[in-house]
């Protein structure tokens, strides 16, 4: 969540920031910030002058004692009793206040850079990059008409390629469990734990170390990264326990250094994690689901970040290589999207995506997010660094990106290599594979 300091200090730049992200409301929800921690540091400075007072009263009741004025000392002791029931109101509205500081604090996103464009839906997101074509500031998702061709006669959608060469099960996974919870078979089996074994010895190349998490999270966890509260429907929630489906690797990795003081000398630390992902996708529909599309359990890599400021967007466009440089080779058509203020998670202050192109559905399928979240979630996890020359705490910086999400990866992946003898899987997989064609 944004700091306090930050809400005070640069109240303009945070209300033009939240406007930039279309945030309704963002000035009143600022201003109620502000009037909260009036009461809050009014009431402690009432606190704190009482308490001085007291103690200064407290001195003089055992020298009145001595001279053998128990009136007067009893008068004082009567009155230092009243002040502790008025202190004890102090305290309570001190609290109070803290309560809905941090309730509110909590309802508000994270704000965008400066370098973040302007724009309030998916169209206005600006392509940066492209290995299709060179880009200019002017290419958006909205006038971009640059798609590859494949030369191939009538290619087939990726659930048709599946079933053709018995890869993917979907209506078995609808038995087993409901739709979005596919079974991979043979060669289909095969190519996910070689893409995944594949993205990890990636990673660890680029100096990642591999954690392997666990894929349920208890609230504490959901709130530090801010899924909660802000996305607990789209959460599978084991009520019982209280438990939450992890939605990504993201949440655990992070929460490693939840209530953490790192040494700045350790710092960037990176991680990188496979997991399984669970999220509910409540809501979604139509076309855009279909097959590998959209699912509720699916595989991922995750590249994970903590960094101090100063050096975080430096990780950031290590990052941005790093995903790039996965998907280069394995040989897809991709372009990299600056999002705009209004496309933006909550919890982000920059991200890019990727995407790749499928020309059997017609349309580009997002694969990687790879975030900066500033102080945001730091702040909520207490994540903190001890600066080596000042020695006080600081608030890190975290990062974070798919490298890479399996489902459209696979689905790509088929869709682009599909030939009349088969589908040819790319160089760099043959060793993770140990075959060269589905056929």
Known sequence: MLTLKLITEETE????????KHFKGAKEAIDEVLAV?????????????????AKKMAAQIGGLMKEGKK???????????????T????????????????????????????????????EDNHVVKSNLKECTEKDTVGNWDVNPSLGIANPLPHWELAKKYNLIDFDLGVKITGAGFPVYIGKGARLQRALINFFLDEARKSGYTEIMPPTVVNAASGYGTGQLPDKEGQMYHC????????????????????????????????????????????G???????????????????????????????????????????????????????????????????CYDFEVYSEAQGRWLEVSSVSNFDTYQAN??????????????????????????????????????QTENGIKIPAALVPYTGFEMID
């Open 380 to 417: 909520r996890l207490k994540c903190r660094y001890r600066n080596s020359e000042t020695k006080k705490t600081e608030l890190c910086h975290t990062l974070n990106g798919s490298a890479l999400a399996l489902p459209r990866i696979v689905a790509a992946l088929l869709e682009n290599n």
């Open 284 to 350: 979604s529909y139509g076309k855009d689901v279909r097959g590998l599309n959209r699912l509720h359990e699916f595989s991922k890599i995750e590249i994970v970040r903590i960094d101090k400021p100063e050096h975080s967007k430096e990780s950031h466009k290590e990052m941005l290589a790093h995903v790039e440089g996965l998907l280069k080779k394995l040989e897809l058509p991709y372009r990299i999207l600056l999002l705009c203020g209004g496309d933006q998670s909550f919890t982000s202050s920059i």
């Open 13 to 20: 730049r945070v209300i033009r920031g939240l406007e930039k």
């Open 239 to 282: 009520e019982v326990d209280d438990f939450y489906l992890i939605p990504t690797a993201e949440v655990p990795v992070t929460n490693i250094y939840r209530d953490v003081i790192l040494d700045e000398k350790d710092l960037p630390i990176k991680n990188c994690a496979y997991t399984e992902c669970f999220r509910r996708e409540a």
């Open 87 to 122: 202190n004890k109101q102090l305290e309570d509205t001190m609290n109070q206040a803290q309560e809905e500081m941090t309730r509110l604090l909590c309802q508000i996103p994270n704000i965008p850079y400066d370098e973040v464009p302007e724009g309030a839906a998916a």
């Open 37 to 53: 921690d009036k009461r809050r540091r009014e009431a402690q400075q009432e606190l704190d002058k009482n308490l001085s007072e």
């Open 71 to 85: 009136a007067e000392a009893d008068a004082i002791k009567a009155k230092v009793s009243e002040m502790k029931e």
